[in-house]
């Protein structure tokens, strides 16, 4: 039986995210504001849509466009946002600060997961536009929860990115290389064949799901594309 590849959909609202199941996404992350590369939304959004759809959802923390976590004042509002939607329901959270030499914000980063209390969480691109991508993946080794890597391989997306990702692929196992590589940042179909083929079986998509731009919903018929690629149909 082949690997089942985890098809992980951008949903910004509850119709967004009934398209994106009924099309075969296995998962939804749950953000506002795209213009921002999307923020955290808000615990009512999250509570339709988790009252909507029965798969998984993860809920961005991140309260402005850019990777830094802000001040001290900022930091104690994405704690409290955190602690919000946990008490709202969510399980499962997406965050990445780096500070402003490009190295990993180790304290916010503890201190968040210390907040969520061992729930799974992905680390997103931050990773690519950090200073050491070899590096921060082994300063967040041990940090309980972290799961998933969404990353495409370069700031400037999976074409300038791949050989990268390819390369991460082979260090599968390796300390600070045991979280699942979740692609994404200009993911196209044409690129999943060399991708599945090292061993990379997650993939996030955005604007793909979109025909109509990011000022239209998810489109079922997209998702159901990219589901039957990946499933080899």
Do not use: N
Request: proline share 3%; net charge negative; hydrophobic share 45%.
């Amino acid at each position: 039986m082949k690997a089942h590849a985890v098809l992980e959909v951008i949903a910004l609202d509850v119709e967004d995210a009934v398209a994106a199941q009924a099309g075969g996404a296995d998962r939804l992350e749950l953000v506002t504001d795209m213009a921002a590369d999307g923020l955290t939304p808000s615990a009512r959004t999250f509570a339709g849509i988790r009252a909507a759809v029965d798969i998984d959802l993860r809920v961005m923390l991140r309260l402005a466009d850019g990777f830094a976590a802000g001040g001290a004042e900022d930091v104690t509002q994405l704690v409290r946002v955190a602690r919000d939607m946990r008490a709202a329901g969510a399980e499962e959270f997406v965050f990445g600060f780096l500070d402003t030499d490009g190295w990993v914000d180790l304290a916010v980063v503890e201190r968040l997961v210390g907040e969520l209390d061992g729930c799974r969480w992905t680390f997103h691109r931050a990773i690519d536009r950090a200073a050491d991508r070899d590096g921060l993946r082994k300063q967040l080794a041990d940090l309980p929860g972290l799961d998933t890597y969404l990353t495409a391989g370069s700031a400037a997306g999976v074409d300038d990115g791949l050989p990268t990702l390819l390369a991460e692929a082979g260090r599968r196992g390796e300390p600070g290389y045991e979280p699942q590589i979740m692609v994404g940042g200009g993911l196209r179909l044409d690129h999943v064949p060399q991708l599945k083929a090292a061993g990379i079986d997650a993939f996030h998509i955005g604007g793909a799901a979109r025909p109509g731009g990011w000022e239209a919903p998810v489109s079922a018929e997209s998702v159901r594309e990219w589901r039957q690629v990946l499933d080899g149909r």
